[in-house]
């Protein structure tokens, strides 16, 4: 599957704050010094048309190119990404879109745009010898994390909020991973973490805290460009709680454009959150955060009440002229239902979030509804089912 794929040219790892280098070649997480997130930088000099893509291999890996993998036997693969870009032509006309998209994230391996991530991180971490990983969880990556690191023959452990739904909970166990519960949100599960890896040695892939899931999630980015006829839309509307997607598609577009591979304006990125807990919508606009009353979500992706990787969302939306915005739960509930029994695809809640944000920023004139508009949809419906239905 993956004899032909040509692998990335010359590439490092860079502090996002101090622009430190390390070596990717090495185990490591982020900044010790600076306590921020590392980048992988590509050395583009006469670098290669984008006719010379792996265009047989329909998964995220036909742009191995410009992943950080240096051994192609080492790629963890379930048949993640090129995901359909549906047009979602029975929403647009009732509420006046012209071109209205949703990329659809939940027709992934394990459900979710989760499985990009820990792919590229499980192949990496396969590559660099380890034999141990560990995540924090809101649900989707622990189930993720535990299918891939099976696929790949490591030991997994996924630590998780005792109010999962138990979907969540069932899938990790039934890979083989070991699982724990906590009380709290993630930022709880992250605390144990710090505990459990100063007794033992275990490869913490956390949203950011390491540099190999942003580069999985960033094939969003190439996908959507490349199925837009590379093109991009005006707007992408994406849910965010660690915010790795949003970070990473930006990413993507800045190196298309350093590839030559798109050129023009780069489309507006919205952060939606919800209401529960929204420190990305307070300190875009500037308040004071109440991280002491955040509360779980119905769409459990969005209960994140500490980004590590805040600063390169912030970077994100400012430098695409940007917004960032709530949703209440009701209205995300409402949102799975009019997106279901309209189009005929049941969206995650995270997924119906970014909806009914539409709707809102539009009215607020802040989005035009002949603008190309793209919404993420990060996971299956059908996983959320004990968060939906019962409501």
């Known amino acids: 599957m993956f004899e032909t794929i040509r ?16 070596d990717l070649t090495n185990r490591q997480s982020y900044c010790q010094h600076c306590e921020k997130p590392l980048l992988v930088k590509y050395d583009l000099t006469g670098f290669f048309d984008k006719d010379l893509l792996d265009s047989d291999n329909l998964t995220m890996w036909r742009y191995a190119a410009m992943l950080p993998i240096r051994d ?8 993640e ?16 879109f012209d071109q209205l998209w949703l990329k659809d994230e939940g027709q992934n391996p394990t459900g979710s745009f989760k499985s990009r991530g820990i792919s590229m991180a499980v192949s990496k971490a396969l590559e660099l010898g380890v034999t141990d990983c560990i995540v924090p969880t809101a649900g989707n990556a622990g189930g993720a994390m535990s299918a891939y690191c099976a696929a790949a023959g490591i030991r997994a452990t996924v630590i998780m909020p005792k109010n999962t739904p138990q979907i969540f909970k069932d899938e990790c166990r039934l890979f083989g991973a070991e699982l724990m519960l906590v009380d709290g949100l993630i930022d709880q599960c992250g605390k144990e973490i710090t505990r459990i890896k100063a007794k033992k040695d275990v490869y913490d892939i956390s949203t950011m805290k390491e540099p190999y899931r942003l580069e999985g999630k960033k094939t969003m980015g190439y996908e959507i460009a490349e199925q837009m006829d590379w093109s991009l839309p005006d707007v992408i509307l994406y849910p965010t709680g660690g915010g790795t997607g949003l970070i990473g598609i930006w990413k993507a577009f800045q190196e298309l454009l350093d590839l030559g591979w798109i050129e023009g304006k780069l489309p507006k990125m919205i952060a939606v959150q919800s209401e529960n807990c929204s420190p990305v919508v307070e300190a875009f606009h500037k308040r004071q955060s ?5 509360q779980g979500s119905i769409a459990s ?38 997106i279901t029994r309209t189009e005929g695809v049941l969206v995650s809640p995270e997924g119906a979030a970014v909806w009914m944000a539409l709707l809102k920023l539009t009215n607020a004139g ?19 089912f004990e968060n939906i239905v019962e409501n």
């Open 72 to 79: 192609r036997d080492h790629i963890v693969s379930l048949g």
């Open 81 to 96: 990404g090129m995901t359909p870009m549906l047009p979602l032509r029975n929403l647009g006309y009732n509420h006046g």
């Open 7 to 22: 692998l990335s040219p010359q590439a490092f790892l860079l502090c996002s704050h101090c622009s430190r280098s390390f």
């Open 366 to 384: 802040y989005i035009k509804r002949d603008e190309k508009i793209v919404l993420l949809n990060t996971g299956s419906g059908y996983k959320y």
């Open 290 to 294: 109440i991280s002491k009353n955040y």
């Open 301 to 338: 992706g969005l209960a994140v009440p500490r980004a590590f990787g805040q600063d390169l969302i912030m970077k994100a939306l400012r430098e695409s002229g940007g917004f960032a915005t709530t949703v209440s739960e009701s209205e995300i509930l409402k949102g799975v239902k009019e």
